[in-house]
């Protein structure tokens, strides 16, 4: 049962990915990828990581992809015009891109070569009480240098649009 | 298992028949309210007091032509009605309605599913809900649609803000994100419920007006502002389309309902002890609207009532006589108090609609920045401030 929903929704995010690219419209890539963010966090919550996966939906697929789709809306982007592709792209395009796909197996393969393969319902830490101790004794001087990162981005944010409205 | 996937299927069609039944029905309460607080009758030719408007509302919306306008983005404006409506289904699976009721041997939750993450199940499903409106608004090709979904997203995002930070307050209290736990933490009387036993009032207000800006109810409808934008991100759709996104509207109120029920009334427990005679609160209550509406039957205003309020009055005497049976006793009151409270909730959404006027956009969001979100932040400080310090 896992496994058949695990390659469902491995296929779905790896489809809405392609589409991601592929799509000339904005809003349509932005959809797509709301699609990646749903799956994901539905692989997550087949590992046993719970809280990730509501946090992934929330943020991600949430918050922020409204917002991606929210500044599309404003600016009016509309579709790209497709441009013909040059003959390098067309005669190598897809070899190099298999050979990096082979490349990046082998080198996983080669990093763990006897790891044990992801077995789901193994993993039991994934409440949001685990998280929640996990970053406030373990990672606590990373989570608090992030929340230091994010609140200079918020004043930075700001200083940049004051000087847009002077 | 096999009993199991079979409960839980019956579960599901249980729920699934009541909640949309409740959903058509919940619109021929708005209208007679609101019609009563501006004195005129509201609907009354289909069936008795227009008890079967829901029923000829459907017919009428299922049957009419589905335009599609040739300027659209066909594929996102066919997913914007359907996205809506899924994900205002969705939350109600992890909301529970009762405690356990026992049926031919099986005992069973009053809930779908209970998810040790339930509360942010409804808040990631409720903040998927946005992309139904913002894409309907868009797909629509309308400048009065886009700016209906501009709108409503950008009113969404702020006012998701206020209501998650309100909604951690009661949770920091109950110590639990279950929302099953949630409520057998809040037994006991009313001076158990968080809105009282944890001082989370001002927790309850936030989350109210917070829920009326995620629904997109009056005050805060603008992304149909009717004077502005003709009818917003819904201009464009007509028959089931059109309807699906009524029907979303009034599936999050109901949810929302729950919700603020679940965090802050204490869910399906009576509002005092059983040793208090708290039993017998639904049977006094139906007893005395069924006593009414056989007095209204017996000097009737119009002809039919004589017949209609008659049998209405038998109807609430039979029902009230239904509370004291001791077999149906221990699942029916727990839903009677849920019920009635959620019902509580949602009048207050129907009240307001009929005495408020909208606001302003820039009132809007100003509200929403400058006032809502601080004072929510407040409340969350202090409130783990007195958990620290008590537990």
Redesign the interface.
């Known amino acids: 049962m896992d496994v058949i929903l695990f390659l469902i929704f491995a296929i779905i995010a790896v489809v809405a990915a392609i589409n991601v690219v592929v799509q000339t419209h904005p809003i349509s890539s932005a959809v797509s990828l709301i699609g990646v963010m749903g799956s994901l966090a539905i692989l997550y919550l087949l590992l046993g990581a719970e809280f990730i996966a509501a946090a992934q939906v929330i943020v991600y697929a949430g918050a922020v992809m409204v917002l991606f789709v929210f500044v599309i809306m404003l600016l009016n982007a509309g579709a790209e015009a497709k441009r013909g592709r040059s003959l390098v792209v067309q005669l190598l395009g897809v070899p190099v891109l298999l050979a990096l796909l082979g490349l990046l197996a082998y080198f996983v393969e080669r990093a763990f070569p006897d790891s044990v393969k992801v077995h789901f319902g193994g993993f039991t830490g994934g409440s949001a009480q685990a998280v929640g101790r996990a970053l406030f004794t373990t990672y606590l001087l990373p989570f608090e240098v992030t929340s230091l990162l994010i609140l200079v981005a918020i004043v930075g944010a700001i200083v940049l649009g004051r000087k847009e409205l002077d | 298992m096999d009993a199991f996937i079979v409960i839980t299927l019956i579960k599901l069609l249980i729920i699934a028949f009541v909640l949309l039944t409740a959903v058509a029905y919940l619109q021929w309460v708005e209208r007679k309210v609101i019609a009563h607080i501006q004195v005129r009758p509201g609907p009354y030719r289909v069936g008795p007091h227009g008890l079967l408007q829901p029923l000829a509302d459907v017919i009428k919306l299922v049957t009419k032509e589905g335009l599609m306008p040739t300027y659209v983005?066909r594929p996102?404006y066919l997913?914007a009605p359907f996205i809506a409506v899924t994900m205002a289904l969705l939350s109600i699976a992890v909301i529970p309605f009762g405690p356990t009721i026992n049926v031919a041997g099986y005992s069973t939750w009053m809930q779908l599913t209970d998810?040790?993450?339930g509360v942010?199940?409804v808040?990631?499903?409720s903040?998927?809900g946005?992309?139904g409106i913002?894409?309907a608004?868009?797909a629509s090709n309308n400048k009065y649609s886009?700016l209906g979904?501009?709108r409503s997203?950008?009113q969404?995002?702020s006012y998701?803000l206020p209501l998650a930070l309100a909604i951690v307050s009661p949770l920091l209290v109950s110590n639990t994100?279950s929302l099953r736990e949630l409520v057998g933490s809040q037994a006991g009387s009313i001076w158990n419920w968080n809105i009282l036993h944890g001082g989370q009032i001002f927790a309850f207000i936030i989350f109210i007006i917070a829920a009326f800006a995620e629904t997109n109810r009056i005050p805060f409808d603008l992304p149909e502002a009717e004077n502005e934008l003709v009818a917003g991100f819904h201009t464009e759709y007509s028959s089931m389309k059109f309807a699906s996104f009524f029907m979303a509207e009034y599936l999050n109120m109901v949810t929302v309902s729950a919700m603020a029920t679940l965090l802050f009334l204490g869910g399906w427990e009576p509002p005092w002890p059983a040793q208090y005679y708290s039993n017998l609160a639904p049977t006094v209550i139906f007893g005395i609207a069924g006593l009414i509406a056989l007095y209204h039957g017996a000097n009737p205003r119009h002809k039919l009532d004589r017949y209609t309020l008659s049998a209405f009055g038998v109807i609430f005497l039979l029902i009230a006589g239904v509370f004291l049976l001791p077999m149906v006793q221990s699942w029916l009151l727990p839903l009677f108090w849920f019920l009635a409270k959620i019902g509580l909730i949602l009048f207050a959404f129907i009240w307001i609609r009929g005495t408020l006027p909208r606001f302003r956009y820039d009132q809007l969001m100003g509200f929403a920045w400058k006032f809502l979100f601080p004072v929510a932040m407040l409340n969350l400080l202090v409130t783990s401030l007195v958990v620290a310090l008590v537990s």
């Open positions: 983005n996102l997913f998810l040790n993450i942010l199940f808040l990631a499903v903040s998927m946005v992309y913002a894409l608004g868009w886009l979904g501009l997203s950008a969404m995002i998701e994100l």
